[in-house]
């Protein structure tokens, strides 16, 4: 096998690159291939508009996480448990964080009104209280943790967790000074719901410790140190066939490969960023 990064790999790297830099609003085409090295022709080669290479972008991020799951699902429970809270945890200097959550944030208000971005919001929140619930009652059934509700204690946590991050990250300028709202609110989720879910005599590990042994967190470059998995990504960006070089003369430009599906919708649920395709510059 070879280091080197594949074509699919490179474009989900630019896509985050470009997303850190530039946000959600003004993102284009151009943006992404300035970030992967690639040129525009290439990625309109692999997806057709913007709004299909974003798609494959959260699919991309998704799997990612799915992967660290369950690459540490041999841990025991209370360290998974509190493994969870630090994935949210994000100190004030993490600005590249900050502004990919940013991003992901303008991405998200499109859910209401884009049928396929709403489908990836909702997988992904399937999958963080799914993996909430599946650590809590792998922790009851080892007698580690006692019996509660499952569901509703997955339920809790995550918007717990995931309101903290969104106050912080559009608060900041507010709050210059102290420990980062995510940082206290996960040490409040520590004390008022991980502890009394302990059966007498089990102990947690402390944030500070657990955020130092992770090899990754939210909003950090999806794969990093870890290989992507091909088949979550956009089916013909796995082509590593496809260079600059076999794209050029084709007439790959934005208006030349937005006749598709995408293009075509007409109901308004991908309206709000097919219509971003046309000025992909």
């Known amino acids: 096998m070879t280091d080197e990064p594949s074509t699919a790999e490179e474009i989900m790297d630019g896509v985050y690159r470009a997303l850190c ?10 943006d992404i291939a300035d970030e992967c090295s690639k040129s525009k022709s290439l990625l309109h080669y692999h997806y057709d508009t913007k709004e299909d290479l974003l798609v494959a ?3 991309h991020v998704i799997s990612d996480f799915e992967g660290r799951v369950a690459e540490r699902a041999d841990r025991p429970p209370t360290e998974r448990l509190v493994e ?25 208000s499109q859910g209401p009104f884009n ?48 309101g903290a991050r969104t106050r912080q990250i559009t608060m900041a300028g507010d709050e210059s000074e ?21 059966a007498e005599g089990v102990e947690l590990p402390s944030i500070a410790e657990t955020v130092e042994s992770l090899p990754a967190r939210t909003g950090e470059e999806p794969g990093e140190g870890r290989a992507v998995d091909e ?9 590593e066939d496809a260079t600059d070089e076999d ?21 308004g649920s ?5 219509a971003d395709d046309e000025d992909s510059g």
């Open 115 to 162: 049928d396929r971005i709403r489908e990836q919001l909702a997988r992904s929140d399937r999958l963080l209280r799914g993996t909430v619930s599946e650590v809590l009652v792998e922790g009851i059934d080892s007698g580690v943790f006692r019996d509660v509700d499952v569901e509703e204690t997955a339920a809790l946590l995550v918007a717990t967790l995931d």
């Open 21 to 30: 830099a530039h946000g959600y609003a003004g993102l284009t085409m151009q």
């Open 84 to 108: 969870f809270v630090c994935w949210f945890v994000f100190e004030r200097d993490e600005s590249e964080r900050e502004s990919f959550h940013i991003a992901l944030l303008e991405l998200r």
């Open 270 to 274: 991908t309206a709000s960023v097919t």
């Open 247 to 267: 794209v050029m003369g084709e007439d790959a430009t934005s208006e030349g490969m937005t006749d598709g599906p995408a293009a075509d919708a007409t109901d």
């Open 57 to 59: 972008f959260l699919d």
């Open 178 to 198: 102290g420990p980062a709202y995510t940082r206290t609110v996960a040490e409040a989720t520590m004390s008022r719901v991980l502890e009394p879910l302990l």
């Open 231 to 239: 088949d979550a990504t956009d089916e013909d960006a796995t082509d």
